[in-house]
Each structure stands twice: as C-alpha cells, then as structure tokens.
C-alpha cells in the first residue's frame, strides 16, 4: 500500500488561494458508478490532470493533492476504482481495499479512466491538454495510459508505478507497450524500493528508448516507495524535486493560448 489514512501530499497550501471542488458521481462505459473528487483552478493554466490513486482507490491524499495542483493553476480530477464491487458510499479509514483490487480488471479501469478524462474536459472547456499522474498500482496505471490514443493525452506521469512483469488486475507490462506509446512519460522512483529493482528502471528506459517515446525518469536514491508523504520528513527535498518536475512537465505539454 502506498498511503495510509494519515498520510498527505508535501505540498503546504496557498495561503488566501480560493478552489472549488466537489465529489462526484461518475459513470463508467458499461453503466457502473464510480467516485471522483475534483478541484478548479482559480487561475487556470490551460492544464488538467487526471489522478490515478494506489490501491486503496480515492482517499483523503488525492483530495488534498488535487486541490494542491488546483492551486498550481491545473484543474484535476481524481478517480475511485471500486465503484463496481465497494459502491460510492463513504468509505472508513480501514476500508478493506485488498478484495476490491482483487476484483479489479484492467478493461473495466480504462473505461473508468475513459470516463474521468471526458468529466475533466466537459468540465473544463479551457483545458488544453490533459496529463495523467498516478501512484503505485496508479503509476503502473499511468504509464499504460500513454499508450491509449483515445485519451488524447499530453503526457503521463507515474510515481512508482512498477514498469515491467505481471501487474495486478490484469495490467499488461508498460515495458511491453513502449512501441505504442504516443505521449511524453515522466517516471518518479525510490532508489530504495524494494519493489522497483534499478535494473526495473533500466528495462523500462530502454524499452522507450528503443520505441523513441520522450521520456524522463528519475530515481532518488536513498528514497523509499511512497517517499512523496508529508510524514516521510526526510525526503523532503525529493518530494520537492518531484513536485517541481510534475509542474513542469504539465507546463512544457500544454500548447500556449
């Protein structure tokens, strides 16, 4: 599990910044409602981003980190995966989330995701480009985004997303799909993730580079899975780091006005 209940994005607010957000019920491809949280930017960029959780789905961390990048200038929206099997209920801060991930399949995540996008767009007509961000079962989930064109996507990042072998709920390998990737990746890794070996991030490297799909991946050494926290006081300058080069990357992928 990346985050747990008390867990937050660093990031500190702005002070006097003014969002509007909301929870919402969205419905997927096949009819099934699902959650998403999303937060306005007062002052927007031209950017949006689609927020792809871990495995315990959307929680209080995507709320806050959605209003942070709302605050950023990027309109964002968050998405909840277990529609289907948990509802849209509130949820406890022990939510059981293993058996949900469990029942979790990769086709019914892209509808969910396909939907998300099209709420973030119809929500936003001065969007004008949409990036995908995601966290561990999420960051494997926004790799494999850059290689759906129906998205449309200006760009996909992924904080330790596990790049290469068998993923949960049927995700193929994002290593495997280089050659169809068609948007930039930025890549965010833990030097010491035990569940993201370096020679992981080597395989993934070359497998984009080979496929000539522009990319960007960064390993902090030293840092742990999940090191993005504001509990993890000492990777505060890589959290800062990451945070910089998320900005960035969303800034550099939207077309000017």
């Known amino acids: 599990m990346c985050y747990g209940a008390d867990s937050r994005p660093p990031i500190a607010p702005i002070a006097g910044a003014a969002v509007d957000s909301e929870l919402l019920e969205l419905e997927s491809t096949d009819g099934s409602a699902f959650l998403a949280f999303a937060a306005d930017a007062p002052e927007p960029s031209g950017a949006g981003m689609l927020i792809l959780p871990d495995v315990r789905g959307l929680h209080t961390f995507y709320q806050e980190l959605a209003l942070r990048l709302a605050e950023a200038g990027v309109d964002a929206l968050a998405i909840d995966y277990f529609g289907r099997t948990a509802g849209t209920a509130p949820r406890p801060a022990d939510f059981d989330h293993m058996p949900h991930v469990q ?11 396909r939907a998300g996008v099209a709420a973030l767009r119809a929500r936003h007509d001065q969007i004008r480009a949409v990036v995908s961000v995601g966290f561990c079962f999420g960051g494997r989930l926004a790799f494999l985004t850059a290689s759906r064109p129906e998205l449309r996507l200006a760009g996909a990042i992924g904080f330790y997303g596990v790049p290469v072998g068998q993923g949960r709920a049927e995700m193929p390998s994002p290593a495997d799909l280089a050659a169809e990737m068609r948007a930039p990746v930025l890549g965010l890794f833990g030097g010491d993730d035990p569940g993201i070996p370096a020679d992981s ?4 490297e070359r497998a984009l580079t080979e496929a000539g799909v522009e990319h960007e991946l960064v390993t902090y050494a030293g840092a742990p899975h999940s090191f993005f926290d504001r509990k993890a006081e000492q990777f505060a300058a890589e959290s800062a780091d990451a945070w910089r080069r998320v900005r960035e990357f969303a800034a550099r992928h939207t077309p000017p006005n």
């Open 103 to 113: 029942g979790a399949r990769y086709p019914q995540l892209l509808d969910d995701i």
């Open 201 to 204: 991030v080597e395989q993934f």
